[in-house]
């Protein structure tokens, strides 16, 4: 089978359902790519570099900040903001939005990215990604942007997608026809597909959630879990959870399951951002056959309020998914 380039595969999609693309699309997606190998290389360098370890400061998300993640943020938001089709991005490393004036007439595009996701486990080795999420402004807007604009549907996501830096860099990526999977082949430099049209399974047998939560669940998040660890029948599920979003969702992609992370009495509007994390990996787990709620709502029927609103997120397959929210609404949820 002939290698291709995601760059390629970026183009046939254009041709096949988007014609009259202009090229402004295929820019960013090749700055973010070539933001993602540098970040790469730093991550796989990380204990011989001195970039590893805390820089001593707290985020906007009251999270220590990581050297690394102040390193991929930088990296992330000088190429967006020097890509020219970027007319403002969101960081979950930034308090507020960056408005790029100087694309703000011309820049077809929003994108929203957690730079390191999983950053609490990068000094231990475990695998952690980058997230983003892109959306296109609205029609007919030619005049400078302003940042309320930024707070859209998540349904009106064009594309979405992660890097995974494991023992192999990956991108997994979607713009509404499908999910594909490439692998960084380090001898070319290049990302070229590995997993094309990726399909998650009705049902899986791995469920991830963090147990050490399992104090602060009311009633019905307990019956949830506990439908997957001690089932009526079948076979209980094996439970699988690293700590890194992208690592736990990349997974169940491909082996299919389900991951949790519900609201609790300690975060009750959940921990994950919507923007950054819950919105992105929503649209990627529906386009591969999948489903993602808060519980009981879908997460692409959601409007943020703000940039940095956080949710629940139950995502997988789509059986197990529909088990969780037959539990919520059986007890009232809503």
Not at 79 to 100: D, N
Not at 138 to 162: I, K, N
Not at 201 to 214: L, M, P, Q, T, W
Not at 248 to 272: C, E, Q
Request: net charge negative.
């Amino acid at each position: 089978m002939p290698e291709i380039t995601v760059t390629e595969h970026l183009l046939a999609t254009q041709m096949k359902w988007s014609p009259q693309a202009t090229g402004q699309f295929t820019s960013l997606l090749h700055d973010l790519i070539v933001s993602a190998k540098i970040i790469s290389r730093n991550v796989k360098q990380a204990g011989l570099v001195d970039i590893l370890g805390g820089t001593g400061e707290v985020n906007v998300q009251g999270e220590r900040v990581q050297k690394l993640d102040e390193f991929a943020n930088q990296t992330l938001v000088y190429r967006m903001r020097t890509c020219g089709a970027v007319c403002a991005l969101g960081s979950e490393e930034l308090e507020e939005p960056l408005i790029i004036p100087e694309n703000g007439s011309h820049g077809s595009y929003i994108i929203f990215f957690d730079p390191l996701d999983g950053s609490s486990n990068i000094d231990v080795n475990v695998s952690i990604g980058t997230i983003f999420s892109i959306y296109r402004r609205s029609e007919g807007a030619t005049d400078a942007f302003r940042g309320e604009r930024m707070l859209r549907p998540c349904c009106e996501q064009v594309a979405a997608g992660y890097f995974l830096y494991g023992p192999s860099t990956m991108m997994v990526y979607t713009t509404g026809h499908g999910v594909h999977g490439f692998t960084l082949d380090p001898s070319v430099g290049e990302f070229l597909l590995s997993h094309p049209d990726i399909q998650i399974a009705s049902h899986g047998s791995i469920y991830s959630v963090n147990v050490s939560n399992d104090s602060f669940w009311d009633e019905a998040t307990r019956e949830c879990v506990d439908c997957f660890c001690h089932p009526d029948k079948g076979d209980p599920y094996s439970l699988r959870y690293v700590g890194s979003l992208v690592a736990d969702f990349h997974r169940t992609l491909l082996y299919g399951g389900i991951f949790l992370y519900p609201a609790d009495s300690k975060k009750p509007s959940g921990k994950l951002r919507l923007m950054y994390e819950a919105a992105p990996m929503a649209f990627l787990a529906e386009q591969a056959g999948g489903k993602a709620t808060d519980g009981v709502c879908r997460i692409l029927d959601k409007k943020p309020r703000s940039i940095h609103e956080r949710t629940p997120l139950v995502v997988g397959s789509p059986e197990d998914v529909d088990r969780v929210s037959n539990i919520y609404r059986k007890h009232g949820r809503a």
